[in-house]
């Protein structure tokens, strides 16, 4: 046997929400194994499959280590000055001749996985000036966010279940089991449902697939796809109509409001467009009111939907109306180490909606974003603020947002366009540069932004576990040069450069140190580095309404945006005949980026079409066929897989694959391509009061490939 030199290191990881701790053994520069940290006091152990391919994340040959330009149909490796040189310099021309407008950004989810991103990225991405600033958040959360301004005072004001102490889970449009969790930091959520049932307690979920949550509840009710709205504001009138409205101590406004809002939407009205009985309804409200520590759970599925600014702001409401908003058991609000809210106004991140609208579809601003929706039309758009470039970081728009051709079609069409992310994937390889950061295990990482939404206070520090190659640059330093090169933003004041020039000798550990000294737990990176499996900081603790940075201090019930919405949803009747299209996740992928590791990706094809056995029969579809699915937008074709587990009238394609386009540099995903469900997708379906992307409840047309 070969005598080998390894240890074991201690780790978070950034691969999703749920922060697990990793125990890291090494043999010089090479990954031994990852397994889950027994002693980390949160994640007590548990990891997910994503976790162990942190190894081949960092091996993958297919991961740029250089920056890349493009040289007519191949890539040229340059230096890095060189390539910073080069994109300061298009930018700077194009900026100088269109004006500030002309440069657009694209941020993607691991943003907030990622130190470096959440500090330095936001010093460069969103002091560019420009209006054209987009991410993910109007895929995913941005209901939530907007209703945490609205309600609570301040867009990252988002609470979240108390799930370790609540004895009645209702899961509506989340299915943790597979997502490991979101706007819920929980790892091992299966143990925490697992512990609610143990103590009696009951989990229910709504969703239009009986999921792998589902599975192990109580209870499974199936709803209609984007029709959550309906059946939320059925339970407020049962809830009103029952005297079962207990505010507690909270002063609210808006109570009065919210009761005429709901005075029409009968349980029996509901049932008809959500497919909930009326008596479900009835039972949900009531369970909800009369159990002392309950919680009520929205997640994507209410978010991602044509009714989703209503359907988030009626789950937060209908919390507050049963006495369950910040206290014991119910939703509540973090207590996180590092406060999130002075370090995000800090880094320019300021709240605000529809203070301007986007140029050519009109469409509402939030937080200082337009929706994702528009970029396509404010591409192709002639005129005075036409976009002529783009930077995406840690993003793939081509295959996550809807109307994916068409945006390739856009980014080819462009002047200038660069890429920070470490592949030439579907989006980047439209990039004329590419700048690619060091992997997760060659940074030092701390979990700023998911703490804020763990369901306990628990604080965590990273160091890295590798020396990066002298050839091999962090994603801030990536941020920091560009910040440099493209001029200084405004917000810092005339001294800017000298804030520039310090920052950067600094990276993003001592901004983490600051506001840890700073933060409620008086914590340091010393304490934290002494500390390498994490410190557990108690349970959630009730924080209103301190907390609240509404004007009167008031929780606000019925925000007048939401009331003008309801109209709209007025007009939503009895479902037609059809078939409606839902999304779902599998624990071995991650949105659109980890298809690359075989351990994740073997085993039978996961991008397949989900289809009832009565909606299957009346096509002449068999499982194992071929189907072809289209809309308006255009047409895929994929495997079928019949099953009785997903509602009649509703199909299910997960997003994130069509690995197989032109280009693409990932030689296993390529193998596992898939086709593209936002192919299909119409982007114009959109949730018109947040501008979010109705990623869910589309019409689709099925038959036989
Ligand atoms: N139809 C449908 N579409 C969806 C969804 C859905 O449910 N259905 N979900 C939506 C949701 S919730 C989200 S969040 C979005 C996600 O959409 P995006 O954020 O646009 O895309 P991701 O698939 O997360 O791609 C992440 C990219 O970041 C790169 N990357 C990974 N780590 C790093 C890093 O540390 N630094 C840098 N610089 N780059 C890195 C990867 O190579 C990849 O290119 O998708 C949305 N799209
Ligand atoms: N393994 C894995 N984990 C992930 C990700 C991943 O891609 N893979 N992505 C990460 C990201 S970016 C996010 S945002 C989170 C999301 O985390 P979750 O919110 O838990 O996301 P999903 O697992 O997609 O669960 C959404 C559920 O909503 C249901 N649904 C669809 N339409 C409707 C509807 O109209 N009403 C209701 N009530 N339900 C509906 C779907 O059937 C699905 O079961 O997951 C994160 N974690
Ligand atoms: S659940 Fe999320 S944080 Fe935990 S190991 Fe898996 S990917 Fe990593
Ligand atoms: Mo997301």
Known sequence: MVATMQTTHYRSCPLCEATCGVAITVDGNRVVSVRGDDDDPFSRGYICPKGTALADLHADPDRLKRPVVRDGDGWREVGWDEAFDLVASKLNAIRARHGKHAIAVYQGNPSAHNLGLLTYGQLLLRTLGTKNSYSATSLDQLPHMLAALLMFGNQLLMPVPDIDRSDLFICLGANPLASNGSIMTAPDVKSRLKAIRERGGRVI???????????????????????????????????FAENLVKLGRLRANGLDELRRASTQWTPERAAQITGVSAADIRELARALATTKRAVLYGRIGVCT??????????????????????????????????????????????GGFDRYRSRVSQKPEFGGELPVT????????????????????????????????????????????????????????????????????????YDAALNAFAVRNVAKYSPPLFERDEHARHDWEICLALWTRLGTPRHLGPGSWLVQRLLGKLGPEPIIDLALRT??????????????????????????????????????????????????????????????????????????????????????????????PDDAASRQLADGGRARISTTTGAIELPVEVTDAIMPGVVSIPHGWGHGRRGVKLRVASEHAGESVNDILDPARIDELSGTSALTGQRVEVRRA
Not at 322 to 345: I, K, N, R, S
Not at 395 to 405: H, I, K, R
Not at 429 to 439: D, E, G, M, Q
Not at 562 to 569: E, G, I, T
């Open 205 to 239: 979920v709504l969703d239009p697939r009986r999921t792998e949550t589902a599975e192990k509840a109580d209870q499974h009710v199936f709803i209609r796809p984007g029709t959550d709205a309906a059946l939320l504001l059925a339970m407020v009138h049962v809830l």
């Open 374 to 445: 528009v970029l396509a039309e404010e591409i192709e758009t002639p005129g005075q603020g036409q976009i002529r470039a783009l930077i995406t970081s840690a993003g793939n728009p081509v295959l996550s947002a809807p109307g994916g051709p068409r945006l390739e079609k856009a980014f080819a069409g462009l002047d200038f366009m660069v890429s920070i992310d470490p592949y030439i994937n579907e989006t980047t390889r439209l990039a004329h540069v590419i700048l690619p950061p060091t992997s997760p295990l060659e940074r030092s990482h």
């Open 305 to 350: 939907q044509e009714f989703g600014g209503l359907a988030a702001w009626l789950c937060y409401a209908i919390n507050a109306l049963t006495g369950h908003l910040d206290e014991v058991g119910g939703l509540m609000f973090t207590t996180p180490a590092v406060d999130p809210l002075p370090l995000a106004a800090m880094l320019g991140f300021d």
């Open 519 to 612: 933060g409620p737990h008086r914590l340091s990176l010393a304490k934290l580095r002494a500390a390498p499996h994490g410190l557990d900081l108690g349970p959630l603790e009730s924080r209103l309404p301190k907390r609240l940075a509404t004007k009167d201090k008031a929780l606000q019930l019925a925000p007048e945006r939401y009331l003008q919405d309801l109209a709209r949803l007025d007009l939503l009747g009895s479902p037609a005949d059809g078939l409606v299209l839902i999304g779902r996740r599998h624990l071995r992928s991650n949105n659109s980026w980890m298809h690359n590791s075989e351990r994740l990706v073997k085993g039978p094809p996961r991008c397949t079409l989900m289809i009832h």
